[in-house]
């Protein structure tokens, strides 16, 4: 099947730097791709719409400025926090939309776990 | 964008079958139906993809009625490795629309 994946799977970070997260789509070309976040226990929250050649659509209340999205080309959405702090520390699970002939399916990449210390 | 209604836990036995039932009363025409197995610590795992009636994979069941308001995931003789929170989505995937997360049946599998 389709395969989406994201690196680093974990990262730890001092406050007040920056850490890139990315999404890359191996089996096919992602026009679009998005961005979760999800803390212990809960379900996922959409961040952001990451659309190849043009700005993310942000989330209401998602800082735009703080969580800086890039997607590249067809196979690659990056995720920048930028100035971190422990706050931002959680679970960050991108996923993209993969059109096999049957309509669109989204599929998720494995997750990466950051801890700003 | 549908709204899903799941069961927030549900316990079964091995070998049994496992039925769980997602509610979505305001589906659009152009939405699919899509099930998601979560570990913890993983992104969501696709499981099964369906519009109407019935879909069968190698590893679940999807039923959903004509009027398409509810669908049911069905996994047949579950292991303990099932164990995990499943999701349900509704949305109009060819359209790029995103996918909103509700808040998943947390399934326990018990020897």
């Known amino acids: 099947g389709a395969v989406v994946s994201q690196h680093p799977s974990w990262v730890i970070c001092k406050s007040g730097t920056s850490v890139k997260i990315e999404c890359r789509s191996l089996d096919f070309q992602a026009t679009t791709m998005f961005w979760y976040r999800q803390f212990p226990k809960q379900s996922l929250m959409l961040m952001a719409t990451?659309?190849?050649?043009?700005?993310?659509?942000?989330e209401q209340g998602v800082e735009k400025d703080k969580f800086l999205i890039n997607h590249a080309s067809l196979t690659l959405s990056t995720l920048t926090v930028t100035s971190a702090h422990p706050e931002d520390s959680s679970f960050y699970i991108c996923s993209a939309s993969w059109d096999r002939g049957l309509g669109n399916t989204i599929y998720f990449g494995e997750g990466s776990w950051l801890t700003v210390v | 964008l549908a709204k899903t209604t799941q069961p927030i836990s549900m316990d079964s036995y091995e070998g049994q079958e496992v039925n769980i039932t997602c509610s979505h009363n305001n589906i659009a025409t152009n939405d699919y139906i899509t099930w998601y197995q979560q570990f913890p610590s993983q992104g969501p795992r696709f499981i099964i993809q369906?519009?109407?009636t019935k879909v069968t994979n190698e590893v679940a069941s999807l039923f959903i009625p004509a009027d398409r308001k509810s669908s049911t995931l069905s996994l047949p003789r579950v292991s303990l490795s099932d164990t995990a929170v499943y999701y349900c989505?509704?949305?109009?995937?060819?359209?790029?629309?995103?996918?909103?997360f509700g808040g998943g049946t947390r399934l326990m599998v018990k020897p």
């Open positions: 990451s659309n190849e050649g043009s700005k993310a659509t942000y």
């Open positions: 369906g519009y109407k």
């Open positions: 989505l509704v949305g109009d995937y060819n359209a790029g629309n995103m996918l909103t």
